[in-house]
């Protein structure tokens, strides 16, 4: 199995219609031992089922906009396993209003939230776990297509995941000297919750399915797959990418 006893922290399990949970799946069927990691409270309820039944060691609240919890985060898991195999970061936010209308219209606020929370959080991440990665660990996060195109009612967003892909190559050095791996999936619409913010998301997945190369959304199965990919030792030579799983969307032109 590709991940035979090695350790995976996942952070953005939501629901099982979430990309963190197809990843998270995936990974626990190749043998990999599981930690999630939650925002809130609230959310707790739902996510102690889920973890059962994937058979996750522990879960711990982490709130990526606090210093101080990302390093209790850091220190609880350190305790518990001492070290870590795999770090998947899939975690966005940007306020409703700000995935909307036009983004010249995009406040002060709304701004700095979406890039402390879709972006920062991963350098955050990354500095206080790095310390627990073992050599030839992977780290992964999400990104998509609207980080390089502008795609309508994305704005905000689209703004804070060119800043993640950035960030992803910028770590992919400093992580490197430790032999420690960085990529971003560029993953094609899902019906997520995150997605339902988004205005004319049924339009974006009736595009893709007309217009692919493949002719079909992707499952998040298939982002399972990649992470999978991303997360075993068969991509040791791989680090500073955005690869796309979007059945080939992102090459067609007009």
């Known amino acids: 199995m590709l991940m035979q006893d090695k350790k995976a922290v996942v952070f ?3 629901n099982e219609r979430s990309i963190a949970y197809g990843i998270a799946k995936s990974l626990c069927e190749q043998g990999a031992k599981l930690a999630l990691g939650y925002a809130a409270e609230p959310i707790r309820k739902r996510i102690e089922p889920i973890a059962a039944a994937l058979g996750a060691d522990f879960i711990f609240q982490c709130n990526v906009s ?3 919890e990302i390093a209790a985060a850091a220190g609880g898991v350190r305790e518990q396993w001492g070290s870590v195999d795999c770090l998947v970061h ?4 940007a306020n409703r209003e700000d995935l909307t ?7 002060r606020e709304g701004f700095r939230v979406a890039l402390d929370v879709s972006a920062y959080s991963l350098v955050a991440l990354c500095r ?10 992977s780290v992964m996060t999400l990104s998509y297509y609207g980080a390089g195109r502008v795609v309508a009612n994305y704005n905000a967003m689209g703004v804070a995941k060119s800043a993640l892909e950035a960030s992803v190559r910028y770590l992919a ?7 420690v791996r ?15 913010a988004i205005t004319g998301f049924r339009t974006i ?4 399915e007309n217009r692919s190369p493949l002719g079909r959304n992707i499952s998040l199965e298939d982002i399972g797959r990649c992470a999978l990919y991303l997360a075993s030792d068969l991509s040791s030579g791989t680090t500073g990418e955005v690869i796309f799983v979007d059945s080939g969307y992102n090459i067609m032109g007009v």
Do not use: H, Q, W
């Open 205 to 208: 997945l009736e595009t893709i």
């Open 101 to 107: 209308g036009r983004f010249i219209d995009t406040s």
């Open 128 to 137: 206080a776990f790095e310390p627990l990665l073992s050599p030839g660990a």
């Open 173 to 179: 050095v400093d992580l490197g000297k430790r032999g």
């Open 12 to 14: 953005g399990v939501v």
């Open 66 to 68: 606090s210093d101080a």
């Open 182 to 196: 960085i990529n971003a999936i560029s993953a094609g619409p899902v019906k997520t919750m995150a997605a339902s």
């Open 90 to 93: 899939s975690i966005a936010y």
